[in-house]
């Protein structure tokens, strides 16, 4: 089975965030940064995480600057941080926040475009862990924070499906559809309840990965990933319980 697709979803009002409390996984990458800043403005705080304190840094002292509310900084380098890390974060989170209203994973790891017969096998392990392995950990620990919360979203990030089925797309392509595997199983086993797991497939954007992934390409006639953030903060808002369970998926028709 497949997750469910939708295609659209109405800009969310302001304030929709207010008073929630969102983790974001990546927040020095593209969207991640965007992602976190969006959810401010609607009213959430936003713990930032990354593996690069000062870059979080920038960030918290960026979105100060815009007035937005106060971040939270976690490093945390999830290629190397074990469950007991994440239990540890859990825990930190409930203490100094008392709540968590939402996940989203938009750390990632990208190896490069190869062949699987010179993919390095660490290079492929790396890439599964830190797409797969500790979105599945991190989602674990904080899963009886989330359902305390009387409305709460884990939101996945994936990738054109049918693009990283074809050849070279190697350890990215098979743990991004691996994690939307993992992402139908999980809503199976929470289709009812507060905590709402949903999954965001972006279009192309203007992020350092796309350079990376299409090396010569004109990134900058692709847009910022603004609007893929903005669909993130529809899913973790109380609007986005009209997309539990699926895919939102902002592919161009």
Known sequence: MTMLRVNEYAPVPAGALA???VLVTGACGGLG???AKAAARAGATVIITGRRKRQLEQLYDAML???LPEPVIHPMDIESATPADYEVLADGIERDLGRLDGIVHAAVSFPGLTP???HKPDQFLRAMHVNVSAPFALTQACLPLLAKSPDSAVVFVLDDPELLARAHWGAYGASKAALERMAEILHQENDR???RV???LPGPMRT???REAYFGEDTFRHPPPDAAAEAVVYLLSPQGAAARGAVLDLRKA
Do not use: D, F, P
Request: hydrophobic share 45%.
């Open 198 to 200: 949903q999954c965001l």
């Open 19 to 21: 008073k929630r409390v």
């Open 33 to 35: 940064t965007a992602t």
């Open 193 to 195: 309840g507060s905590v």
């Open 65 to 67: 600057q815009e007035h």
């Open 116 to 118: 699987l017969a010179m």
């Open 208 to 210: 350092a990965l796309r």
